[in-house]
T-cell receptor, first 112, second 117 residues
């Protein structure tokens, strides 16, 4: 079993829709949860960074962590064609942990 | 924000040749650099971690004699794929971290696409 599971998609939604992206994980030691956006043939860029359970909002993006279910989500409101990219969830057991564990990424396409 | 560059962005080589990829931190000193490999539709997999002036630490299953990493300065790390074979074709991404920053703080480069014929 992979430590982090993420549906690869592709996910295609119309412009303006609310997008929900999700990951599940198996390691209860994970404490830090990140979402990265990766455009085609580019390196990932950090979107959101959350510690432990709860919600965090940044503009049109909301990250949600439910540690009891080992489930994290990223919501995108009022989706735009420029949001079309691959979204990677990532996790860290602690700031002194040895490495970031990435999900495989979900390809998202926003139709104009 | 911190900027990391990679060169080249794309390289095609013949099987058996060696390829060098450079990773530079442009506006900060990178005490630690990370090298990842990403196959199509798969996750980023950490290959190795390098600290400036020290030998790189390789992840399990990554051949250190095949993937040579040099981190000779605080702004430059290089990955050399020696005797490349078609199965080494992948997207190689580096990331960098400055002094005093935690493991979660990594600035990624744009990646290098390697195609071995």
């Amino acid at each position: 079993q992979k430590e982090v599971e993420q549906d690869p998609g592709p996910l295609s939604v119309p412009e303006g829709a609310i997008v929900s992206l999700n990951c599940t994980y198996s390691n209860s030691a994970f404490q830090y949860f990140m979402w990265y956006r990766q455009y085609s043939r580019k390196g990932p860029e950090l979107l959101m960074y959350t510690y432990s359970s709860g919600n965090k909002e940044d503009g049109r993006f909301t990250a949600q962590v439910d540690k009891s279910s080992k489930y994290i989500s990223l919501f995108i409101r009022d989706s735009q064609p420029s949001d079309s990219a691959t979204y990677l969830c990532a996790m860290l057991a602690g700031l002194s942990a040895s490495k970031i564990i990435f999900g495989s990424g979900t390809r998202l396409s926003i139709r104009p | 924000g911190a900027v990391v560059s990679q060169h080249p962005s794309r390289v095609i080589c013949k099987s058996g040749t060696s390829v060098k990829i450079e990773c530079r931190s442009l506006d900060f000193q990178a005490t630690t650099m990370f090298w990842y490999r990403q196959f199509p539709k798969q996750s980023l997999m950490l290959m190795a971690t390098s600290n400036e002036g020290s030998k790189a630490t390789y992840e399990q299953g990554v051949e250190k004699d095949k993937f040579l990493i040099n981190h000779a300065s605080l702004t430059l790390s290089t990955l050399t794929v020696t005797s490349a074979h078609p199965e080494d074709s992948s997207f190689y991404i580096c990331s960098a971290r400055g002094p005093g920053q935690g493991w979660g703080t990594q600035y990624f480069g744009p990646g290098t696409r390697l195609l071995v014929l």
